[in-house]
């Protein structure tokens, strides 16, 4: 065995081209004859049987790690028995077992075991067991990184220099000045639809070449969002869809801003402030440059797949007059698309102590919602200065206690399966953690529930947001109401079943709540189910991962991950198995407090790197081929 090895693979420093399920020496793959594998002595044909326990076997002994990690076990096993005889009769406390028949450790055989003895035999075969199967389970975490470099990046052209990245901020504090504020639809206040009118304009000066295309053509959908149609040259092959939104949410107490949220100030270090610079108009300028850019340049005119950018002016208020609109048009054009990219989550750096590389989460799936209302009106409004013993407040203050006394309970699962895309660059112990969950699990989901931000990937939410009773100050409330937001994690049941999920978060305040006099019902159209979980092994996924790694320099990893609010992906379920939500632009964990919060801003690097992304992915989706599934829809 070269130790050297072991160790590197143990510390994550060195992998094998392990592209072949039958591994032998010099991680090569077993000859493909008739002749018995090196390791394991079993014939070939047998090897590769997915299904029989041979295949297992066979990569438990073939693999420098786990062969050492049996070696280890077996060794520490046997010292363990070994040490059964050391202590004889009399030894250690003096209380002994005495054998009373004949044998090699009964009373004839001379020799007697303590009860100290037996305890420490009997733990170190159980450690020895245990590590060893510890061990092996880290050695079999798969290696999926991406580890080379694709083609497409060097053929990116987008340069990475002042000039463009001040084009950039430039462009997005002019997006920025447009107030194009989406406002609840029972709040009285206007949306800023005025102003959706302007960005419209800003976008037709800003990408000329775009829209004076042949093959580009732009429609409104729903007044104010856009549906652009970038016509591909064959139309036997699926589409993809391009997604972002052109509205903001309110900014709140303007005395709190750094700079004036509609300002669109740059600041002396190229910090770009205001509304909508992460959320998400970045996206949308990110998107229109890369295009604009591949046809100014002649490198792309028309693609070889239809693209289609859809931006709605309604997100922040769930999309019913925008990407639903959007959506119908393109079904009643039988579009059936390859893939959705949408907002989702960022390359979050710091993400886990101890490891240095920034984590791409790309969201495969989202959580459902449903908002309830609790009412509390029992006891009729009566004076303050003849108080009943209870109040309809009282027992409405004590129900939302013990519904945030006592939340849904963690699944780690989701987090867990994707960290296992990463397994291989994580530090040694979380590796351990994460390959031996059967030990382990019980503390990381004590652990996740003790952390928010672990805790919202992890289960099913409870957010009280609304409590509203009484008045007059010296008049008992006659009614008392709070309004509860759940957002429902996407488990296999709750996919499968939504109707079943919702009624189970019912029940849940039911029950917790145990008070029959507080009445709990469902908000009228605020029910979202959690959404189908799209796949990571398409060939949509992997060219996400790629891109990532392409644009940053190798240094960033990308994994699954859930996304816990909700986007206007909720209405392309019907167009495509392939939802992703992400936004290729790296951010610290503390940053991500800026989402609907003060001081939204983007430092305009990151703006280029936005831009060579979704060249790369415009690029490399023009180089795939028509795969039979795609004929075998149309």
């Known amino acids: 065995v070269d130790y050297s090895v072991v160790y590197g693979r143990i510390m994550g420093k060195w992998s094998g081209p392990h592209g072949h399920r039958k591994y032998a020496k010099d991680d090569m793959p077993c000859p493909s004859s008739a002749h018995s594998c090196w390791v394991c002595g079993l014939p070939e044909q047998f090897i590769g049987e997915p299904a029989m326990a041979v295949t297992l076997v066979h990569t438990l002994l073939s693999r420098p790690v786990t062969?050492?990690?049996?070696?280890?076990?077996l060794a520490v096993t046997a010292l363990g028995c070994?040490?059964?005889?050391?202590?004889?009769?009399?030894?250690?406390?003096?209380?002994?077992?005495?054998?009373?028949?004949a044998g090699p450790l009964g009373s004839h055989g001379g020799l007697s075991l303590s009860i100290p003895v037996l305890l420490c035999v009997a733990l170190s075969v159980l450690v020895g067991v245990m590590g060893t199967v510890?061990?092996?389970?880290?050695?079999?975490?798969?290696d999926s990184t991406v580890k080379e470099f694709s083609g497409v990046r060097d053929e990116l052209t987008i340069a990475v220099s002042p000039a463009v990245t001040t084009h950039l901020a430039d462009l997005l504090a002019r997006a920025i000045q447009c107030q194009t504020i989406s406002y609840d639809r029972h709040d009285p206040r206007e949306s800023g639809y005025a102003d959706m009118v302007d960005l419209r304009n800003l976008l037709e000066r800003s990408f000329p070449e775009f829209h004076a295309s042949e093959h580009v053509q732009r429609e409104v959908i729903g007044e104010y969002s856009l549906l652009y149609t970038w016509t591909g040259t064959d139309p036997a092959a699926q589409p993809v869809i391009f997604c972002a939104h052109l509205d903001v949410v309110p900014a709140g107490d303007l005395s709190e801003w750094t700079h004036p949220p509609f300002g669109g100030t740059v600041d002396g270090d190229g910090v770009v402030w205001g509304r909508g610079a992460i959320d998400n108009k970045h996206n949308v300028l990110a998107q229109l440059y890369a295009a604009n850019h591949l046809i100014s340049t002649g490198a792309i005119l028309a693609p070889r797949r239809t693209i289609y950018f859809c931006m709605g002016h309604d997100e922040e208020i769930n999309g019913m007059d925008g990407a639903r609109q959007i959506t119908q048009v393109l079904k009643s054009r039988g579009v059936r698309a390859e893939f959705v990219l949408d907002e989702g989550a960022f390359v979050v750096a710091n993400m886990l102590p101890g490891l240095e590389r920034p984590i791409a989460l790309i969201c495969n799936c989202e959580k459902g919602a449903v908002d309830l209302k609790l009412t509390v009106d029992t006891f009729p409004p009566s004076h303050s200065s003849s108080p009943p013993a209870e109040t309809n407040i009282g027992v409405l203050a004590r129900a939302i206690t013990r519904l945030e006394a006592h939340p849904f309970g963690i699944d780690t699962s989701f987090v867990v399966s994707g960290l296992h895309s990463i397994a291989t660059a994580l530090p040694l112990p979380h590796r351990v953690i994460l390959a031996n969950m059967w030990f382990f699990g019980p503390i990381v989901r004590r652990v996740a529930a003790g952390d928010p931000q672990l805790a919202m990937t992890s289960r099913t939410t409870t957010a009280v947001t609304i409590v509203r009773a009484g008045e007059k100050i010296n008049q008992i409330?006659?009614?008392?109401?709070?309004?509860?937001?759940?957002?429902?994690?996407?488990?296999?049941?709750?996919?499968?079943?939504?109707?079943?999920?919702?009624?189970?978060?019912?029940?849940h305040n039911q029950q917790v709540i145990g008070d029959q006099r507080v009445k709990v019902d469902i908000v009228p159209d605020s029910w979202?189910?959690?959404?189908?979980?799209?796949?990571?092994?398409?060939?949509?996924?992997?060219?996400?991962?790629?891109?990532v790694h392409d644009v940053h320099d190798a240094e960033v990893l990308s994994a699954p991950f859930i996304m816990t609010g909700n986007t206007d992906t909720r209405w392309f379920w019907?167009?495509?198995?392939?939802?992703?939500?992400?936004?290729?632009?790296v951010m610290d964990r503390a940053d991500l407090k800026m989402f609907h919060g003060i001081d939204e801003r983007i430092p305009s690097g990151r703006l280029t790197t936005l831009a060579r992304f979704y060249e790369h992915?415009?690029?490399s989706v023009d180089k795939w081929g028509t795969p039979p599934a795609d004929k075998k829809r149309e």
């Not at 019907?574 to 632009?585: A, E, G, L, Q």
């Open 134 to 142: 510890m061990i092996v389970r880290v050695a079999l975490l798969p």
């Open 82 to 101: 070994l040490a059964a005889p050391a202590v004889v009769a009399g030894s250690l406390d003096g209380s002994t077992w005495e054998g009373q028949g």
């Open 574 to 585: 019907d167009i495509t198995d392939n939802i992703y939500r992400f936004t290729p632009m």
């Open 477 to 507: 409330a006659g009614s008392a109401v709070a309004y509860v937001n759940h957002r429902i994690l996407p488990t296999a049941t709750a996919t499968a079943k939504p109707e079943a999920a919702r009624n189970a978060v019912i029940r």
């Open 528 to 547: 979202l189910a959690p959404s189908p979980v799209s796949s990571t092994d398409s060939r949509s996924y992997h060219l996400l991962r790629q891109a």
């Open 67 to 73: 062969r050492a990690a049996l070696v280890l076990g």
């Open 617 to 619: 992915m415009i690029r």
